[in-house]
């Protein structure tokens, strides 16, 4: 398998613009996690899916970020508008909830690093 | 709600020493607890985890963690530090039965001299 794929992996926008985040978990996985790094903060949970429904938003900003998963292979995360805060690294990754040796892993992509000037 | 305290945000020892990186957990109920590593421009790997069978848990790379209940600890050691150990380490807690949100300590950077 290859992994969580995350796209892009580097985005500089301006400050107002609308940026969206891709990824595709791994093949089976029925849990998609979407993570939030940065120096003040550390590694924040946004928000999670459970076959494609979303389970736990608590984590997420504000208005201006949503987040979608329109099928068992692909999840966006979107900011509009953009801000300079916005500036970090988001994680995506996924997991197995079956009853499995692997359950409770999460298995990371490698990140999509943003810059909003 | 759970927590993870992880002491000494940079830890540098020598190549062939002993590695310790502590993690402290908060939880009400039973935890599962996880290491992390980070490498530089990189995701998250698992190193290993503990789910309630052995309180050793043996990982990847050569380290280890014992979860301690009496002192609410998951330590991450390895008896022998090597250069491409170098990175930032994550303690992460997750209730058992509950959600499935982990929560990470504020991580430890690894440097690890010649």
């Known amino acids: 398998d290859a992994g969580v794929i995350q796209s892009p992996r580097h985005e500089v926008t301006e400050m107002g613009q609308e940026v969206t985040l891709r990824c595709k978990p791994i093949?089976?996985?029925?849990?998609l996690f979407w993570y939030r790094q940065t120096m003040m903060r550390g590694l924040e949970l946004l928000i999670y899916f459970n076959n494609n429904v979303p389970i736990d938003d608590s984590g997420m900003p504000e208005d201006r970020f949503s987040a979608k998963m329109p099928n068992a292979s692909f999840s966006t995360l979107k900011i509009q508008p953009s801000e300079p805060r916005d500036s970090a690294v988001y994680f995506c990754?996924?997991?197995?909830?079956?009853?499995?040796?692997?359950?409770?892993?999460?298995?990371f992509g490698p990140g999509t690093r943003l810059t909003v000037t | 709600a759970q927590s993870v305290t992880q002491l000494g945000s940079h830890v540098s020892v020598s190549e062939g020493a002993l590695v310790l990186l502590r993690c402290n957990y908060s939880s009400s109920v039973p935890p599962y607890l996880f290491w992390y590593v980070q490498y530089p421009n990189q995701g998250l790997q698992l190193l290993l985890k503990?789910?309630?069978?052995?309180?050793l848990v043996k990982g990847i790379n050569g380290f280890e963690a014992e979860f301690k209940k009496s002192e609410t600890s998951f330590h991450l050691t390895k008896p022998s530090a090597h250069m491409s150990d170098a990175a930032e380490y994550f303690c992460?807690?997750?209730?058992?039965?509950?959600?499935?949100?982990?929560?990470f300590g504020k991580g430890t950077k690894l440097t690890v001299n010649p």
């Open positions: 503990y789910t309630s069978a052995a309180t």
């Open positions: 990754a996924s997991s197995s909830g079956g009853p499995q040796r692997r359950r409770h892993e999460q298995y």
């Open positions: 992460a807690v997750k209730v058992q039965g509950g959600s499935e949100k982990l929560v």
């Open positions: 093949s089976g996985h029925d849990y």
